[in-house]
T-cell receptor, first 114, second 109 residues
Framework: ETGVTQTPRHLVMGMTNKKSLKCEQH?????MYWYKQSAKKPLELMFV???????ENNSVPSRFSPECPNSSHLFLHLHTLQPEDSALYLC?????????????FGPGTRLTVT | GQNIDQPTEMTATEGAIVQINCTYQ??????LFWYQQHAGEAPTFLSY??LDGLEEKGRFSSFLSRSKGYSYLLLKELQMKDSASYLC??????????WGAGTKLIIKP
């Protein structure tokens, strides 16, 4: 398999549930990202990992917890979410975090919180 | 604050040319990206500009003027498959990517 994959593609969860989103990249990249995409809003960067170390956490609520066990895998653990957290969650990777390197995105997980 | 402005939606005709504008106000500048995103799919990289001028890549071209805080994406010989959202993103002085909300382009036969 090539590129960036995400599972599941769709997820419906209640506010008291705990679930995890998974991202895997097969590109040999060293940086991975989690984004939130809501309708008609700019992409919101949530977390950045470079060489498995978190380098950015953009004031994201603690109900979102990232994990990067190695440079190919990235998880987003979810618990006690709110309905306003319903959105498309995109994972991306890049060779490095330096400015000129473009990001490659996965297809996203469409999350609905009920 | 930092801001990226793009039109929300544009409509064009198959075979024609369309220009999608992006203006930005950011703390510093380290390059500007354009991405294409079809409905329900991942954004895909189109272009990167860091110096002023026009970069041409097949039917797509991207222009940058750093002094004006302005870029545009030019799409020629439009095809129905070009119907998508086009995202503009600027990397600021802290190397953060600041994203626009995207321009939804509708192509009509």
């Amino acid at each position: 398999e090539t590129g960036v994959t995400q599972t599941p593609r769709h997820l419906v969860m209640g506010m008291t549930n705990k679930k995890s989103l998974k991202c895997e990249q097969h590109l040999g990249h060293n940086a991975m990202y989690w984004y939130k995409q809501s309708a008609k809003k700019p992409l919101e960067l949530m977390f950045v990992y470079s060489l498995e170390e978190r380098v950015e956490n953009n004031s994201v609520p603690s109900r979102f917890s990232p994990e990067c066990p190695n440079s190919s895998h990235l998880f987003l653990h979810l618990h006690t979410l709110q309905p306003e957290d319903s959105a498309l969650y995109l994972c991306a990777s890049s060779l490095r975090t330096e400015p000129s390197y473009e990001q490659y995105f996965g297809p996203g997980t469409r999350l609905t919180v009920t | 604050g930092q801001n990226i402005d793009q039109p929300t939606e544009m409509t064009a005709t198959e075979g024609a040319i369309v220009q999608i504008n992006c203006t930005y106000q950011t703390s510093g500048f380290n390059g500007l990206f354009w991405y294409q995103q079809h409905a329900g799919e991942a954004p895909t990289f189109l272009s990167y500009n860091v110096l002023d001028g026009l970069e041409e890549k097949g039917r797509f071209s991207s222009f940058l003027s750093r002094s004006k805080g302005y870029s545009y994406l030019l799409l020629k010989e439009l095809q129905m498959k070009d119907s998508a959202s086009y995202l503009c993103a600027v990397r600021d002085s802290n190397y953060q990517l600041i994203w626009g909300a995207g321009t939804k382009l509708i192509i009509k036969p």
